[in-house]
């Protein structure tokens, strides 16, 4: 069963400093990997977008990696902001069968002053 | 503006009287998809719609309907609601495939009394 793994599930952090979200997933055969951000009462935005053979993007203070030999992707938030206080999804796509998504539960990242 | 919109956002009921959340989006997308977020378990694909005229169920697809008559209309349909469909209610589309870009709506948050 395809799954999709997501640590922590919360996390507070102070303004300006570094964090690391993880995602761990089991899809196969792989398509790709996005991190989505979603703000409180509304709906998620993508942030990027990892295929297989990419290993680091990055968006602005947001910089995604993956690792496909172990099924592993992280989301780094340099320099947070208290706007980066959000739910951050990890979403991966299996090729054919109709492109099933699957979607992690999130982590919910608080940023304090 | 690029958008989905979804309408009604805010919606109280009671249990058995038929509902119809709307769903339109302006980017001549071709896929389609409903999902609910509950707390703990994360996004999950209720049904979705490859174009027009095609649908396809998603992961919890019972006691929901949906139709597809136009490319950029996509109802959801609760006939008899249950207190157990409270939930908060996201549409998407994507361009050609759900592996592409998922653009959200603003979520509906229905209550069933």
């Known amino acids: 069963k395809n799954q999709v793994e997501q640590s922590p599930q919360s996390l507070i952090i102070l303004e300006g400093k570094n964090c690391t979200l993880q995602c761990n997933y089991t899809v196969s055969p792989f398509s790709n990997l996005r991190w989505y951000k979603q703000d409180t009462g509304r709906g998620p935005v993508s942030l990027t977008i990892m295929t297989f053979s990419e290993n680091t993007k990055s968006n602005g203070r947001y910089t995604a990696t993956l690792d496909a030999d172990t099924k592993q992707s992280s989301l780094h938030i340099t320099a947070s902001q208290l706007s980066d206080s959000a739910s951050y999804i990890c979403v991966v796509s299996a090729t054919g069968g109709g492109n099933k998504l699957t979607f992690g539960t999130g982590t919910q990242l608080k940023v304090e002053l | 503006e690029a958008q989905v919109t979804q309408n009604p956002r805010y919606l109280i009921t009671v249990t ?12 001549n997308h071709e896929y389609m998809s409903w999902y609910r977020q509950d707390p703990g378990l994360g996004l ?62 603003e979520g509906s948050r229905l209550t069933v009394l």
């Not at chain 2, 038929?18 to 989006?25: A, D, H, P």
């Open chain 2, 16 to 27: 058995g009287k038929k509902l119809t959340v709307t769903c339109s989006q302006n980017m």
């Open chain 2, 44 to 105: 999950r694909q209720i049904y979705y719609s490859m174009n027009v005229e095609v649908t396809d169920k998603g992961d919890v697809p019972e006691g929901y309907k949906v139709s597809r008559k136009e490319k950029r209309n996509f109802p959801l349909i609760l006939e008899s609601p249950s207190p157990n469909q409270t939930s908060l209610y996201f549409c998407a589309s994507s361009l050609s495939r759900p592996a592409g870009e998922l653009f959200f709506g």
